[in-house]
């Protein structure tokens, strides 16, 4: 007589799932709201990053958990774009400072516009306390697991 196979479970019943789930519909949003206005996610995060403070490449690529040559990479695209610009440190020419122009400084407020009016279109139907439940469980995740990397696909 054959052995009836062990149930297993099915994709709904990991919460991991229910995470994917949601981060794709949430991040699929932005990534159109950004490509409107001509840029990626990713470029979005670092023209965010620079807009309190320039920074060096590799500083910028520490402080994102990104590679130098991914930073690299996206500052051509935003310097390409007139979005960014790189200059040469005074003390050492071959070092460079990345810095927003006018029109990235001017650019960036819209963007955050735009992500707090996708983050409110997701999740502004929920409550203060469930909120910060959600908010406590992901960034504790973080931290036990030592994640660095800033999403931005």
Same mark, same amino acid.
């Given at each position: ?8 479970? +099915?994709?709904?019943? #990991?919460?991991? !799932? ?7 519909? /949430?991040? #699929? ?6 490509? %409107?206005?001509? @840029? &990626? @996610? ?8 620079? !807009? ?7 500083? =910028?690529? %520490?402080?994102?958990?990104? +590679?130098?040559?991914a930073i ?5 695209? =935003?310097?390409?774009?007139?979005? @960014?610009?790189? *200059? ?11 810095? =927003?122009? &006018?029109?990235?400084?001017?650019? /960036?407020? &819209? ?5 707090? %009016? ?6 502004? #139907? =929920?409550?203060?306390? +469930?909120? *910060?439940?959600?908010e406590a ?17």
């Amino acid at each position: 007589m054959a052995r009836k196979p062990k149930p297993i479970s +099915t994709l709904e019943t #990991h919460l991991g !799932y229910w995470l994917r789930f949601v981060s794709n519909r /949430v991040s #699929h949003a932005f990534s159109l709201k950004a490509q %409107e206005r001509g @840029v &990626t @996610v990713a470029e979005w995060v670092v023209l965010r990053e620079l !807009y309190e403070k320039e920074a060096m490449p590799s500083a =910028l690529a %520490e402080r994102l958990g990104m +590679t130098r040559g991914a930073i690299s990479k996206l500052a051509d695209r =935003l310097a390409a774009k007139g979005l @960014v610009t790189r *200059e040469a440190r005074e003390s050492d020419r071959r070092s460079q400072t990345l810095a =927003l122009t &006018t029109q990235g400084c001017a650019l /960036v407020p &819209t963007l955050a516009a735009l992500a707090d %009016e996708n983050d409110a279109a997701f999740f502004g #139907h =929920l409550d203060r306390p +469930t909120r *910060e439940t959600i908010e406590a469980a992901m960034r504790e995740i973080v931290r036990r697991e030592g994640l660095r990397s800033v999403p931005v696909d």
